[in-house]
């Protein structure tokens, strides 16, 4: 791949004092520069400095370096807008949860459910004021009517939620790496968890909703009942038969 400067033309390269006193080649032969060329092997393990950073050019040499697993990427740029989306953009590719994954892997112990430390969470509120700012409009609101873009909130839908829970009525413990926990939950036996499963199948198929949220309350017993048809429901014990 080519680099190209801001103003889309191609960056080329002069050639060495020793290409041209050997006569292999005159001084204006020049060649463009590849990306490759730059990226070269050596960049594994070394810090990188890329200056304007948040530019098209830029940005491309962040996302190729960040693929050569570099110590660390300082990212430089005048612009702060652009700087942050590059940043945000980075931190969104970076493998730090698969990582995670696969090191949780190596920490089961058979059955285990984990908790990944993936960093604070994000408002999307927030997430999507700057989206509008970083594609260069303005939020309109009360104070700014003329603005491009209005954010309106329109409230929950059945089934969403404000936060996710990462445990329900249960504890966390650390494990011997400092973002990965282990959690605590009960666990119900397959031999009582299956027969549940199948009369909920039943009860679905049957379209009888009151059976299937008893069925699903008894499974989880920390789930707070909602409504069914506009009415409240509360949990009923269901028989469950067992061969």
């Known amino acids: 791949m080519t680099i190209f400067n801001p103003l889309g033309i191609p960056v080329l390269q002069v050639p060495s004092v020793e290409e041209i006193t050997s006569g ?6 020049l060649r463009p520069v590849a990306i490759e060329e730059l990226l070269g ?3 594994a393990g070394q810090v990188v400095l890329v200056s304007g950073a948040g530019g098209s050019i830029g940005a491309e040499l962040c996302r190729q370096i960040l693929a050569l697993r570099p110590r660390r990427l300082v990212l430089l740029e005048r612009s702060e807008p652009s700087l942050y989306g590059i940043d945000q953009e980075l931190r969104r ?4 949860g698969v990582e995670l994954v696969i090191q949780a892997a190596v920490l089961a112990r058979g059955g285990d459910l984990f908790l990944l430390d993936m960093g ?13 700012r970083l594609s260069g409009l303005s939020l309109r609101d009360a104070q700014h009517p003329e603005g491009d873009i209005e ?3 329109t409230g929950l839908r059945p089934g969403e939620k404000l936060y996710e829970e990462l445990l329900i009525d249960a504890e966390s413990e650390p494990t011997s790496h400092p ?3 282990r959690a605590t939950e009960r666990a119900i036996p397959p031999e009582q968890l299956w027969p549940q499963i199948e009369a909920m199948e039943a009860a679905i198929r049957c379209q009888d909703a009151h059976a299937a949220l008893d069925l699903l309350a008894q499974l989880v017993p920390e789930w707070q009942r909602g409504e069914v048809g ?8 269901v028989e469950v038969a067992q061969d």
């Open 179 to 181: 973002l990965i926990f």
């Open 41 to 43: 092997p050596g960049i």
């Open 151 to 153: 954010i309106v909130c």
């Open 24 to 29: 292999r080649t005159r001084i204006d032969a």
């Open 230 to 237: 506009g009415q409240p429901q509360s949990a009923h014990p």
């Open 93 to 96: 590719s970076l493998p730090a």
């Open 120 to 132: 604070e969470p994000v408002r999307i509120l927030d997430l999507a004021k700057q989206m509008v």
